[in-house]
Every structure is written in C-alpha cells, then in structure tokens.
Nanobody
C-alpha cells in the first residue's frame, strides 16, 4: 500500500485546513489509519487515529479542534483541522497499520500556521 498525503499549506492562526491521505489500494485491510506529525527538533507524535470500525483517538492537544475520518469507498483518510495554532506547525504524515501489525507511511505534507 502506498499512501499519498496532501492538503498542507500556509495558514494563519484560527484558520482551517483539511488533509487527505489517498491509499493506492483498498484500506479495508488496514485496521488502523492515522495522522502523525513532526515539528522541527521534535519527535514524531500521534495526532489522531481511526479504526476500520470508526473508533477514533486524538492527542490531547488537538481534541475538539481536529477530526479524523475515513472513506473506505475512496480509500482515503481525512484530517479536518480547525482553529489552527502556531504550535500545530509540523510535517504531517499519514500512517496505516494492517492486521498483521505492519506499518505503512506516506510522505509528509507541511502545515505552517503563522501567528
């Protein structure tokens, strides 16, 4: 499975962005799909994940502002980001994990939030 993330860009604080992650194959074999981010000088961290059954989990720092969703018919996962803050600035990576525990990563998309 290859993952292609898109939707990043430069926005101002308080703005919204929607990231998309398109998979080259069916994501029905992917138990968990999610978004991670890595800010300059920091480790990669989990942002949000969604299971095949639709259960979600979010980092505390984005709860109430970000929403993750998946469209299995389009083999795509989305991350709706509202009320963006400068501290959300990072490269965002799409991830998928199959039932065997194998991780797949896409190339990141840069999100820059100016104050």
């Amino acid at each position: 499975v290859q993952l292609q993330a898109s939707g990043g860009g430069l926005v101002q604080a308080g703005d919204s962005l929607r990231l998309s992650c398109a998979a080259s194959g069916s994501i029905l074999s992917m138990n968990v799909m999610g978004w991670y981010r890595q800010a300059p000088g920091k480790q990669r961290e989990l942002v949000a994940v969604v299971t095949l059954g639709g259960r979600t989990n979010y980092a505390d720092s984005v709860k109430g502002r970000f929403t993750i969703s998946r469209d299995n018919t389009k083999n795509t996962v989305y991350l709706q980001m509202n009320s963006l803050k400068p501290e959300d600035t990072a490269v965002y990576y799409c991830n998928s994990r199959n039932y065997g525990g194998v991780d797949y990563w896409g190339k990141g998309t840069l999100v820059t939030v100016s104050s």
